[in-house]
């Protein structure tokens, strides 16, 4: 089982940056990927980020070249920097992350509680 847990968010003006963070803690065989989800206002939730236990990164195209997502694998962190924000990336940000169990080669899906991202013009 994991927790997982974000921080960083807050309010910023158009231009800006901020950098998220999320903490998974707990004991799990292994952590297949880690990614960065989003839910804007009266929208559904869409991938921000994605990076996989190899190291390949995959961004939505509504934000590459702005947002860099990394991990600290030693310390099951990963990070989500954004720079050049716009007020369209206002959202609730939603860490995820995968797990798999050795025994039966099952995944598991845990999610974070969302951290508040809000961008103004």
């Known amino acids: 089982q994991l927790q997982v847990v974000e921080s960083g968010g807050g309010l910023v003006q158009a231009g800006g940056s901020l950098r998220l963070s999320c903490v998974a803690s707990?004991?799990?065989?292994?952590?297949?990927?880690m990614a960065w989800y989003r839910q804007p206002p009266g929208k559904q939730r869409e991938l921000v980020a994605s990076?996989?236990?190899?190291?390949?990164?995959n961004y939505a195209d509504s934000v590459k070249g702005r947002f860099t997502i990394s991990r600290d694998i030693a310390k099951n962190t990963v990070y989500l920097q954004m720079n050049s924000l716009r007020p369209e990336d206002t959202a609730v940000y939603y860490c995820?992350?995968?797990?798999?169990?050795?025994?039966?080669?099952?995944?598991?899906?845990?999610w974070g509680q969302g951290t508040q991202v809000t961008v103004s013009s």
């Open positions: 995820y992350v995968e797990s798999l169990d050795y025994s039966d080669y099952e995944t598991e899906d845990y």
């Open positions: 707990g004991s799990v065989d292994i952590i297949r990927a």
């Open positions: 990076i996989i236990s190899g190291g390949r990164t």
